[in-house]
């Protein structure tokens, strides 16, 4: 069982950063591959990042490459994503999300979620 807290979220301008945060409970968080997700309102919730459960492989949906750097650090059970030159479309909730397969971005993959960190952005 993984129990997952994020923190974070926030009002930031357009053009501002924001790092996420979730902290992991368990022992055993370094054999997870983790995600971030994120649920704008009215909209589905849709694949942020990805990184491999050691740390050496990361992914990104195409409309935050470049501006978001997800990475965790095992010996701290943490998972963080640094979100820079943020745009109004970036207003969601965020989640963090555990388990299921590293190449996989579907939600019913995911073994388990944290409640969600509001980032709202304004233009």
């Known amino acids: 069982q993984v129990q997952l807290v994020e923190s974070g979220g926030g009002l930031v301008q357009a053009g501002g950063s924001l790092r996420l945060s979730c902290a992991a409970s368990?022992?055993?968080?370094?054999?997870?591959?983790m995600k971030w997700f994120r649920q704008a309102p009215g909209k589905e919730r849709e694949f942020v990042a990805a990184?491999?459960?050691?740390?050496?492989?990361?992914r990104y949906v195409d409309s935050v490459k470049g501006r978001f750097t997800i990475s965790r650090d095992n010996a701290k059970n943490t998972v963080n994503l640094q979100m820079n030159s943020l745009k109004p479309e970036d207003t969601a909730v965020y989640y963090c999300?555990?388990?299921?397969?590293?190449?996989?971005?579907?939600?019913?993959?995911?073994?388990?979620w944290g409640k969600g960190t509001l980032v709202t952005v304004s233009s």
């Open positions: 999300a555990a388990g299921g397969s590293y190449y996989v971005s579907s939600i019913q993959d995911v073994q388990y």
């Open positions: 368990g022992r055993t968080f370094s054999s997870y591959g």
């Open positions: 990184i491999s459960s050691g740390g050496g492989s990361r």
